[in-house]
């Protein structure tokens, strides 16, 4: 019944490690967010992604790279973790003008 | 300067003391949202405003769109209410853009 999915919760690697995390949400949304929230629990846009087509890449490195198979799935992959990249990355949902948005429970990467 | 300015950043309040949230933005908007996030880490959109007011049970979210200003108020607040209040504007690409969040502590 979990409108936005998330997987895993936690994630704990070493440094050079490729990593990813996956989205899913249920609610028929067409756009997908994923958002960093930094140990200032400060939050940022890293991607949008609406029907599949990316709208936003916000200056993030190449290292991030997000895939979206289908509109309800949206996926962010991560090469070469450096530790700058440990954070909480949240994923979310919504319609057009930001109607229902709607978070998932967040990532918690801890790179080692 | 960021696009989304909240005060204050830490707010201590007695229990059943009346709470305002500050917020002003300088970009363009479709809407703002009022996001809770508790001690967990869980994110929960409180509100979503394009003009005028909303009410919800004791949550009051205002927004003045020609002063770019929003307020959220708690009424009769509650150790329960404990959280991190955060103000985020929506641009008209759906994008949100935060506010650094208020840190609200209600003790009993």
């Known amino acids: 019944d979990t409108a936005v999915s998330q997987t895993p919760k936690y994630l704990v690697t070493q440094m050079g490690n490729d990593k990813s995390i996956k989205c899913e949400q249920n609610l028929g949304h067409d756009t997908m967010y994923w958002y960093k929230q930094d140990s200032k629990k400060f939050l940022k846009i890293m991607f949008s992604?609406?029907?599949?087509?990316?709208?936003i890449n916000e200056t993030v490195p190449n290292r991030f790279s997000p895939k979206s198979p289908d509109k309800a799935h949206l996926n962010l992959h991560i090469n070469s973790l450096e530790l700058g990249d440990s954070a909480v990355y949240f994923c979310?949902?919504?319609?057009?003008?930001?109607?229902?948005?709607?978070f998932g429970s967040g990532t918690r990467l801890t790179v080692v | 300067k960021n696009e989304v300015e909240q005060s204050p950043q830490n707010l201590t309040a007695q229990e059943g003391e009346f709470i305002t949230i500050n917020c002003s933005y300088s970009v363009g908007i479709s809407a703002l949202h009022w996001l809770q996030q508790h001690p967990g880490g869980g994110i929960v959109s409180l509100f979503m405003l394009s003009s005028g007011k909303k009410k919800h049970g004791r949550l009051i979210a205002t927004i003045n769109i020609q002063e770019k200003h929003s307020s959220l108020h708690i009424t009769a607040s509650h150790p329960r209410d404990s959280a991190v209040y955060i103000c985020?504007?929506?641009?008209?690409?759906?994008?949100?853009?935060f506010g650094a969040g208020t840190r609200l502590t209600v003790k009993p």
């Open positions: 985020a504007v929506v641009r008209n690409n759906n994008d949100m853009r």
């Open positions: 979310a949902s919504s319609e057009l003008g930001g109607v229902g948005y709607t």
């Open positions: 992604y609406n029907n599949k087509e990316l709208i």
